[in-house]
Structure formats: structure tokens, C-alpha cells
């Protein structure tokens, strides 16, 4: 197949909590559907529920959020607002606190 719809439909999520010492607030839980993984790239549906937890990006990753509210804060507590319609790309090298404030769903491609 050469074209693959993102979506939920039939894809088995994974569900997972960030490292409990890199949690800053609240207890977020992640639903990830993977949907393309093919080596270092891989594209799907991540969704969140409320909380903060420390970040360090290794890998390139661009998003796409479809519903809610988040805000990234850098290292020097420079805080960008992700909402629905707000796409971005995080580099690697990136590192701050994800802040959950209302569950938010997202669409991504990483690169690693």
C-alpha cells in the first residue's frame, strides 16, 4: 500500500507514562498510535492527558496538534503555546518541560 491514512482506526495503541523522575507535575499518561515505523523515521497519532515532564530530543520531530493545549518551555524558561491548528518542528538538542494543560493530541514524524 502506498498510501496509509493517519489515523486510529485499527492501529493498536501503546500507552505509557513519562520516567517518573522526569515528571514535574501531575500524572500524564501518553497514548501513542504508531502508524509508519520504518527504521529511523516513524509517524502517527500521540495523545496526552494533563501533567509536566522533563524533555531532551535527541531526534528531529516535527507536530501537528490537533486538539488541546500544551506549552514547551526551553532551557532559558522561553514558553511557546501549542493549540490546534499550531504546527512546529523540534530539533534535536531541544530540552525543557512538556506542560499538559489540556489534553492534547497530536499528529508527528520523527527522525532519529
Given at each position: 500500500?502506498?498510501l496509509l491514512p493517519?489515523?486510529?482506526?485499527?492501529?493498536?495503541p501503546?500507552?505509557?507514562?513519562?520516567?517518573?523522575g522526569?515528571?514535574?507535575?501531575?500524572?500524564?499518561v501518553?497514548?501513542?498510535?504508531?502508524?509508519?515505523?520504518?527504521g529511523?523515521?516513524?509517524?502517527?497519532?500521540w495523545?496526552s492527558?494533563?501533567?509536566?515532564?522533563?524533555?531532551?530530543?535527541?531526534?528531529?520531530?516535527?507536530?501537528?496538534?490537533l486538539d488541546g493545549?500544551?506549552?514547551?518551555?526551553?532551557a532559558?524558561?522561553?514558553?511557546?503555546?501549542?493549540?490546534?491548528?499550531?504546527?512546529?518542528?523540534?530539533?534535536p538538542?531541544?530540552?525543557?518541560v512538556?506542560?499538559?494543560?489540556?489534553?492534547?493530541?497530536?499528529?508527528?514524524?520523527i527522525?532519529?
Open positions: 500500500m502506498h493517519v489515523s486510529r482506526d485499527g492501529v493498536t501503546e500507552v505509557s507514562r513519562p520516567d517518573p522526569k515528571v514535574v507535575s501531575g500524572d500524564p501518553h497514548t501513542t498510535w504508531n502508524i509508519e515505523d520504518h529511523a523515521l516513524c509517524a502517527g497519532l495523545h492527558t494533563s501533567g509536566a515532564w522533563a524533555v531532551d530530543y535527541a531526534e528531529w520531530e516535527y507536530i501537528r496538534i493545549h500544551s506549552v514547551l518551555t526551553d532559558q524558561g522561553h514558553e511557546t503555546h501549542l493549540r490546534a491548528g499550531d504546527s512546529w518542528i523540534i530539533r538538542g531541544f530540552r525543557g512538556w506542560d499538559v494543560r489540556e489534553p492534547t493530541l497530536k499528529e508527528y514524524v527522525l532519529g
